[in-house]
């Protein structure tokens, strides 16, 4: 077999900083605009969500539902279980319990 020559591999030890700024051509007078790094605080945005819009991001979230540890928050008690599914209006736990997420007060994972 043929030997092949190396390649040539620039060191990226620095850190990377395009994308920062972007300019507006649409309007009259340029304008830039600073851009800042977007990360994944959901943290806040879960305070604000009901019980059954915090159901269905958990499971559309990339992550497995199946077996997934969750905080169940009722009126009077909490409780700690591992979800099995979801079924219309009601949670499955691994225990074989049906919980109606109308009764919830709150969801935490």
Known sequence: MKK???IYQNDLSK???NNKKVYNSLKEKDEVIEVKKVTNKRVDSKKTLTVKEKVKELIKSNN???NTKVKLIFDNYEKECHIAGV???HI???DNEIIKIDDLKDIEY
């Open 64 to 66: 497995y539902i199946f």
């Open 15 to 17: 850190s990377i900083k």
């Open 92 to 94: 499955i736990t691994m």
């Open 87 to 89: 079924v219309n209006n």
């Open 4 to 6: 092949l020559p190396k």
